[in-house]
C-alpha cells in the first residue's frame, strides 16, 4: 500500500502542495483514503500530519474505510426531504440492514447520505456509483438494486 500511495501522489503533486486534491486522488483510485497512509501523505507533499488529518476529517465525502462494491448515497437535500428520502433511506437501511456509513454483509453496498444531487427537479434522488436515479419510490427500491448485484 505505502508505494501505491506514493505513486499516486507523485502524480498529482503540485506547488504549493494542494492536501485536497492529493486526498480525493487518493479516494479517486483506492475507493478510501486509508489513515495509516496520513504520514506519508504528509511527507510526500511536505506538510503537517495534523494538516492532513484535519483535511481528511472535514470533508465529509472523504471516507477512511473502503466501500462496498457499490456506493449508494441518499440525497438529504431540502427537496429531496420534502419529498421523502427519509423514507427512501429507511427503507435502504432495512433491505441492506446496514445503517449510514456502513457496508452490507458480503461487500455489495455502502450506504451514505449527501447534502445535495443537484437533481432538486426530480427528487428525491439517489446515486448509486456514478448513476443519478430521479423520483424514487420506495417500492422502486428492490428492482434498483437488482440492477447493481
Do not use: W
Not at 510526500?44 to 462494491?69: E, F, H, K, M, N
Amino acid at each position: 500500500m505505502h508505494e501505491q500511495v506514493k505513486a499516486i501522489l507523485r502524480q498529482v503533486r503540485s506547488e504549493p502542495p494542494t492536501i485536497l486534491k492529493a486526498l480525493l486522488a487518493l479516494q479517486e483510485r483506492l475507493g478510501y483514503v486509508p489513515v495509516e497512509a496520513v504520514p506519508d501523505i504528509a511527507h510526500i507533499l511536505s506538510v503537517t500530519t495534523a494538516q492532513v488529518a484535519g483535511v481528511l476529517s472535514y470533508y465529509p465525502d472523504l471516507r477512511v474505510t473502503a466501500p462496498g462494491r457499490h456506493l449508494i448515497r441518499v440525497c438529504m437535500g431540502e427537496s429531496c426531504y420534502a419529498n421523502g428520502c427519509g423514507r427512501l433511506l429507511r427503507e435502504f437501511q432495512e433491505r441492506l440492514r446496514v445503517d449510514v456509513g456502513e457496508t452490507a454483509a458480503g461487500g455489495k453496498f455502502t450506504l451514505e447520505t449527501m447534502s445535495c444531487a443537484g437533481n432538486c427537479a426530480v427528487s428525491p434522488s439517489v446515486m448509486i456509483d456514478r448513476d443519478l436515479h430521479g423520483r424514487l419510490l420506495p417500492s422502486q427500491l428492490d428492482t434498483l438494486l437488482e440492477r447493481y448485484k
